[in-house]
């Protein structure tokens, strides 16, 4: 196999939750330097990307060849995390797809792709299962995979797969947001008797580098990362023994936990928001999350954590060693305790989306 070592890797999906410690773990030591693609150099996360050292900006978007050409050009290493909440599913596909043939012909010698489980597959094809920002990755990842066994001798190729970030369950806007009721810290979701796989996006500094690092061995491989199956009594008792405040899960219908997410909002924008309502294959915000929410009461997904342990020893493994360590992190940067954080009034957004509120051109 010829080298695939990078020093300059493009970036795609950077100044996202992710992507910001997954930069922050490339340029740490100067390794490597990071292109990064985004549509507004001015924002916020940008600038501070710009502030870790050897990241350089570009402005554009990736559903734009040109821009795509541009930016694999001159770069060794891609890390592309698309955002499906942008796209949508379908198109999605296609821009993952696109990235993927740039590179390739842009003469990129690693290629990780930021994915999520194919959850409608492992499902056994039940489409109650269907989660569309999921299973778009899902199919391309394995796409990507499959187009490695021919392709790897002239660009090496790993799969990312992450899942729900467990900042998740402490932050404002998300599917999990959780709600002080009468002084307790209350989650209401669908999940049953369930558990979550939840993701440390301090942990995807780590592994992400790794696998840069590593390339010869992850070359071919789905890394599919978690801290651990969550099970959200588990989580609500760990909430409770860090912080000393009484908090709860309380198991929810679909039916009441939707009227609690939407309200007087319609549940049928699409989960997308730049798909087109109009087009059939456009999946709704309801729908989406209902196959989400399935898939996670059902414990469809799982996860080697040997091998977890073998790459990362030092892995976040709990909830409660999350939140203790969240709860410390608040502390010192003077934000409060984990209880101050959580208050509806002191939330903040943790997802991009989240802070955009669904808006950002394709």
Same mark, same amino acid.
């Given at each position: $196999?010829?080298?695939?070592?990078?020093?300059?890797?493009?970036?795609?999906? /950077?100044?996202?939750?992710?992507?910001?410690?997954?930069?922050?773990?490339?340029?740490?030591?100067?390794?490597?330097?990071?292109?990064?693609?985004?549509?507004?150099?001015?924002?916020?996360?940008?600038?501070?990307?710009?502030?870790?050292?050897?990241?350089?900006?570009?402005?554009?978007?990736?559903?734009?060849?040109?821009?795509?050409?541009?930016?694999?050009?001159?770069? &060794? /290493?891609?890390?592309?995390?698309?955002?499906?909440?942008?796209? /949508?599913?379908?198109?999605?596909?296609?821009?993952?797809?696109?990235?993927?043939?740039?590179?390739?012909?842009?003469?990129?010698?690693?290629?990780?792709?930021?994915?999520?489980?194919?959850?409608?597959?492992?499902?056994?094809? &039940?489409?109650?299962?269907?989660t569309g920002h999921y299973d778009g990755k899902g199919r391309i990842g394995e796409w990507i995979l499959f187009q490695n066994q021919k392709?790897?001798?002239?660009?090496?190729?790993?799969?990312?797969?992450?899942?729900?970030?467990?900042?998740?369950?402490?932050?404002? $806007?998300?599917?999990?947001?959780?709600?002080?009721?009468?002084?307790?810290?209350?989650?209401?979701?669908?999940?049953?008797?369930?558990?979550?796989?939840?993701?440390?996006?301090?942990?995807?500094?780590?592994?992400?580098?790794?696998?840069? &690092?590593?390339?010869?061995?992850?070359?071919?491989?789905?890394?599919?990362?978690?801290?651990?199956?969550?099970?959200?009594?588990?989580?609500?008792?760990?909430?409770?023994?860090?912080?000393?405040?009484?908090?709860?899960?309380?198991?929810?219908?679909?039916?009441?936990?939707?009227?609690?997410?939407?309200?007087?909002?319609?549940?049928?924008?699409?989960?997308?928001?730049?798909?087109?309502?109009? &087009?059939?294959?456009?999946?709704?915000?309801?729908?989406?999350?209902?196959?989400?929410?399935?898939?996670?009461?059902?414990?469809?997904?799982?996860?080697?954590?040997?091998?977890?342990?073998?790459?990362?020893?030092?892995?976040?493994?709990?909830?409660?060693?999350?939140?203790?360590?969240?709860?410390?992190?608040?502390?010192?940067?003077?934000?409060?305790?984990?209880?101050?954080?959580?208050?509806?009034?002191?939330?903040?957004?943790?997802?991009?989306?989240?802070?955009?509120?669904?808006?950002?051109?394709?």
């Open positions: $196999m010829a080298s695939q070592q990078v020093s300059k890797i493009f970036v795609i999906g /950077g100044t996202g939750a992710q992507g910001i410690p997954v930069i922050r773990g490339l340029v740490k030591d100067k390794k490597y330097s990071c292109r990064v693609l985004t549509r507004d150099t001015t924002s916020k996360r940008a600038q501070e990307l710009l502030s870790l050292g050897n990241v350089e900006l570009m402005e554009g978007t990736f559903g734009d060849e040109s821009k795509l050409q541009q930016g694999f050009s001159g770069c &060794d /290493g891609a890390f592309v995390n698309i955002d499906g909440f942008n796209t /949508g599913e379908k198109t999605e596909m296609y821009w993952a797809i696109r990235s993927y043939e740039i590179a390739l012909e842009q003469g990129i010698k690693f290629f990780v792709y930021g994915n999520l489980d194919y959850a409608l597959k492992k499902g056994g094809y &039940d489409s109650k299962f269907r392709n790897k001798e002239r660009m090496g190729a790993a799969l990312f797969t992450t899942g729900p970030y467990i900042e998740m369950t402490i932050s404002s $806007m998300t599917v999990m947001t959780p709600t002080v009721e009468d002084g307790v810290v209350t989650w209401r979701v669908p999940l049953g008797k369930g558990s979550v796989v939840h993701v440390a996006l301090d942990d995807c500094e780590y592994y992400v580098r790794w696998l840069f &690092d590593h390339p010869e061995r992850a070359s071919g491989l789905d890394l599919e990362v978690a801290i651990a199956p969550i099970p959200y009594v588990e989580l609500a008792a760990a909430f409770e023994k860090v912080t000393g405040h009484p908090a709860q899960y309380i198991d929810t219908s679909l039916e009441d936990y939707w009227k609690i997410m939407f309200r007087d909002r319609a549940g049928d924008i699409p989960a997308g928001y730049n798909a087109d309502p109009k &087009d059939k294959s456009t999946m709704s915000f309801k729908d989406n999350f209902t196959g989400f929410w399935n898939t996670w009461k059902n414990d469809v997904i799982k996860r080697d954590y040997a091998l977890l342990d073998e790459i990362h020893p030092d892995r976040i493994k709990s909830a409660e060693e999350f939140l203790r360590k969240e709860d410390q992190k608040g502390r010192e940067a003077g934000k409060g305790s984990l209880w101050d954080r959580v208050q509806k009034e002191n939330q903040t957004a943790i997802l991009k989306i989240g802070e955009d509120g669904r808006k950002g051109k394709l």
